[in-house]
Each structure stands twice: as C-alpha cells, then as structure tokens.
C-alpha cells in the first residue's frame, strides 16, 4: 500500500440501449441480428423474434421450450405481452440463453461510462473504481482510456490494475493512476 494518500473516485459503465446480437443470418450471411429498440414478440412457439441488420430478415430464438401458457408466471406471461423492455433485457443478457441459441452480444454502441467530472491533474495517485450496472463486456484498458482521453500505451504506463487490462471483463475492477513521468 502506497503512503500518499488516494483520491477514490467512482465510474460507471451503463447500458443505453440494447446491444446487437452476434448472430450469422442464413440469407444474407451477415452477422449482425437486432431485437429492436426494446421490443420484440414471442409468438405461440415460445420464439423470441429478432431481425437481421442487413437485409431485414427474421429469425427466431427459443426462450421456452414448449411449455403450456399456464405454467408460465403470470407477471412474465403480462411482460410478454405488453413488450417489457426490462424483460427483453434480461432474456438478451442471460448467458444461458445466448449459449442455448448461439449467438452473443455486441455491446459496441449500447453502453456509456460515467465518470466524475472532477480534475485529476493534482492529486496523485488516483484509485478509480470501476462498477458495471449491467454484464457488459469491455477491455480495462480501452475504458481506462476513454475515461481518461488517454491513449492506451499511455494507460499501460500510468495504471496498476487489478484485473489484466486487456482481458475482456464483464465485473467490476479497480485500477490505480500513477502521476505523469
């Protein structure tokens, strides 16, 4: 543990929308499918449909496999209905149901980072804590970046990190920001 003492601040990784869906299409070969802007229909199957960016076609994935309707709850049953979005965001992030569908996600423009808009330049070092809200996949080192307007080879000199920083994490991590050299 250092003896100078910390400034601790806190940044968020948010979800603004729905991410795309990694998911070849049979027509067009694309691989890019999307659920729409938090809607989407499943029919008397049990399918949750979802449309291919390229040329509009739809597929669909299974979210239950023949089950009768009364053996459904009845608050999912009314969500499904009246197109919940919080309800199509959690069937999307559920790693179970991605896997059982093959597909994953591409959170490429669905997420933001909040961070404070305090002025890091005088107090050194920095302990930033990074929280994830929603399991969003992104490197620590191009969120570091971003959050700092840092290159990354900069963020490879400045930071002590607790997770590796360019390995994929979906948790939350902490890093420290070393002072300029």
């Not at 570091?144 to 840092?150: K, S």
């Not at 920083?165 to 920001?177: E, V, Y």
């Amino acid at each position: 543990m250092s003896s100078q003492p910390h400034t601790v601040l806190s940044w968020v990784v948010r979800r603004t929308g729905l991410p795309a869906l990694s998911l070849r299409c049979v027509d067009c070969r694309s691989g890019s499918a999307t659920a729409g802007e938090g809607r989407f229909r499943v029919n008397a199957n049990g399918k949750l449909l979802v449309r291919c960016v390229s040329c509009d076609r739809t597929s669909k994935l299974t979210v239950h496999e023949r089950v009768p309707v009364g053996s459904l709850e009845r608050a999912e049953l009314d969500g499904y209905r009246v197109n919940d979005p919080e309800l199509v965001a959690s069937r999307l992030l559920d790693p179970l149901f991605a896997r059982r569908n093959r597909f994953t996600l591409d959170w490429t423009e669905a997420w933001e980072l909040d961070t404070p808009s305090e002025q890091l330049d005088e107090r050194w070092p920095a302990r930033v804590e990074v929280v994830f809200e929603d399991p969003i996949q992104a490197r620590p080192e191009r969120l570091i970046a971003r959050g700092l307007g840092l290159s990354r080879s900069q963020v490879q000199r400045r930071i002590k990190c607790d997770v590796p920083p360019r390995r994929p994490t979906r948790a939350g991590f902490t890093f420290t920001l070393l002072a300029r050299e």
